[in-house]
Structure formats: C-alpha cells, structure tokens
C-alpha cells in the first residue's frame, strides 16, 4: 500500500532527527537563521505574550521566542516527530528558559483551545503538512484577535537563470549533501520534492485569505528561495 503524505514526512523527519540542525545550516549555507533573526524584528514580539510555534522541529524557533516573550510569557512547540522532540528537549533543559512547553501532536489539529495565542509561527514545515490551508485555519483558530501567525518556508524564486538554478540545487545537490552529511540521500530526495511543489509567494498569500488572516505581509529572501509571510487575525 502507498504512504500517505502524512507517513512518508513522520518517517523522513524520524530518521534525520540527529543531522537535522546540521543539515539545515549545510542546505541554505546558514541563511536560516539570518532569515529568522529577520522575520522575529518584523513580528515585534511583545514581553508576556503566548505563542506556539507548529511543526517545531528541534525547538530553535520556540526557543527564540521564549527569550521574545520573556519570563512572563510562555513559548509552546508542537511537533508530530517525537525523535525531533526529543533533540529539542535536550536543548530546551540546556536554555536558561522556563517558560518552554514541547507537545506532541498534530499541526492538522492544534490541540488547543480558540483565541489561546498572541503568536503562532511555522517555520520550514508549513510544505510538509497534507493540506497547507487546514494548517493554516488551525494557526488562525487558535489566535486571539489582532494575533499573528508567520510563516517562513522555502519559495518559488521567478527570475529566470537563477530559477533554473535553484531547482537544480534542490533536486541534485541537495539529496548529495544529505548522503554526505547526514546518510541520508533518499529522505533528502524527498524533501526537494516538497520544495518544488510548494506554492510562490502569490498563491500562498491567497492561502492566507483563504484562512481567514488579514494585512498579510510578505518578505522574500536569498531571491525568492525562501519567503515570509505574516498574517493578522
């Protein structure tokens, strides 16, 4: 019987666990987090705010936004990999942060109440989920009004050259680095796939009304390998 989605990412994502962060840092040259650093001044996090951030991975943007939000807030993670978890587990102990929670649970069904964030982000996981626009519901549902939810994932670059360019990367180069770094050519294989199907800036914008978000604002990167998108309740 064929994998769903759904089972083929849980398995991706259990299996690069380890080299996850290290891979990361190898397929977009350590820009990530510059791209992060950027999309956290654009968000404004205000002290004693809740956020959650979906598909949490190894926990380092639940991270960052635990020191945004400050003592008095609180910074929750979801996951569905409890492998990823458990590496973010171990970093969350070794943070000077207590106001951490990582849960595990489904991006396609938040299990939280209405109106229960300041912030909702999802950060490179948004291409892996089934239905891009049943996460993004669920990211608007749980929001307070005026909350807003981020996205920041890879995109469809539009010049010509550096288009071809990148699709190149993704679908040759990328799957190498995996069996280099992480032994892991197949699961990094598949990743470029999602990539590739992922919607450009416009059509994910469109998404984002779709769910119900306003004044949404959008911040290309490296470009247009990856974007910003950020969306108001």
Same mark, same amino acid.
């Given at each position: 019987?064929?994998?769903?989605?759904?089972?083929?990412?849980? %398995?991706?994502?259990?299996?690069?666990?380890?080299?996850?962060?290290?891979?990361?840092?190898?397929?977009?040259?350590?820009?990530?987090?510059?791209?992060?650093?950027?999309?956290?001044?654009?968000?404004?996090?205000? %002290?004693?705010?809740?956020?959650?951030?979906?598909?949490?991975?190894?926990?380092?943007?639940?991270?960052?936004?635990?020191?945004?939000?400050?003592?008095?807030? +609180?910074?929750?993670?979801?996951?569905?990999?409890?492998?990823?978890?458990?590496?973010? +587990?171990?970093?969350?102990?070794?943070?000077?942060?207590?106001?951490?929670?990582?849960?595990?649970?489904?991006?396609?069904?938040?299990?939280?109440?209405?109106?229960?964030?300041?912030?909702?982000?999802?950060?490179?996981?948004?291409?892996?989920?089934?239905?891009?626009?049943?996460?993004?519901?669920?990211?608007?549902?749980?929001?307070?009004?005026?909350?807003?939810?981020?996205?920041?994932?890879?995109?469809?670059?539009?010049?010509?050259?550096?288009?071809?360019?990148?699709?190149?990367?993704?679908?040759?180069?990328?799957?190498?680095?995996?069996?280099?770094?992480?032994?892991?050519?197949?699961?990094?294989?598949?990743?470029? +796939?999602?990539? %590739?199907?992922?919607?450009?800036?416009?059509?994910?914008?469109?998404?984002?009304? +779709?769910?119900?978000?306003?004044?949404?604002?959008?911040?290309?990167?490296?470009?247009?390998?990856?974007?910003?998108?950020?969306?108001? %309740?």
């Amino acid at each position: 019987m064929r994998e769903s989605k759904e089972e083929r990412v849980h %398995k991706v994502f259990e299996n690069i666990s380890e080299h996850y962060d290290q891979m990361n840092s190898v397929i977009s040259f350590r820009q990530h987090k510059l791209w992060r650093k950027d999309t956290m001044k654009r968000m404004n996090v205000k %002290k004693g705010s809740r956020s959650l951030d979906v598909c949490c991975g190894t926990a380092d943007w639940t991270l960052a936004m635990a020191e945004a939000v400050g003592e008095q807030g +609180e910074a929750v993670g979801l996951d569905f990999s409890q492998n990823m978890l458990s590496i973010g +587990e171990k970093k969350v102990k070794a943070s000077p942060y207590a106001n951490v929670s990582l849960i595990h649970g489904n991006a396609m069904d938040l299990p939280f109440e209405d109106n229960s964030f300041d912030y909702v982000t999802i950060g490179f996981g948004l291409r892996n989920v089934p239905d891009y626009l049943q996460v993004l519901k669920e990211m608007h549902r749980v929001l307070k009004p005026e909350g807003k939810a981020v996205c920041l994932e890879t995109s469809q670059p539009t010049l010509i050259g550096y288009r071809q360019l990148y699709y190149f990367y993704f679908k040759r180069i990328m799957p190498l680095f995996g069996k280099l770094f992480a032994k892991s050519y197949e699961e990094y294989s598949w990743l470029q +796939e999602s990539a %590739k199907d992922f919607p450009d800036r416009r059509a994910l914008k469109r998404l984002f009304e +779709e769910a119900g978000f306003e004044k949404i604002n959008i911040k290309a990167y490296a470009g247009g390998a990856a974007a910003m998108h950020m969306g108001i %309740k």
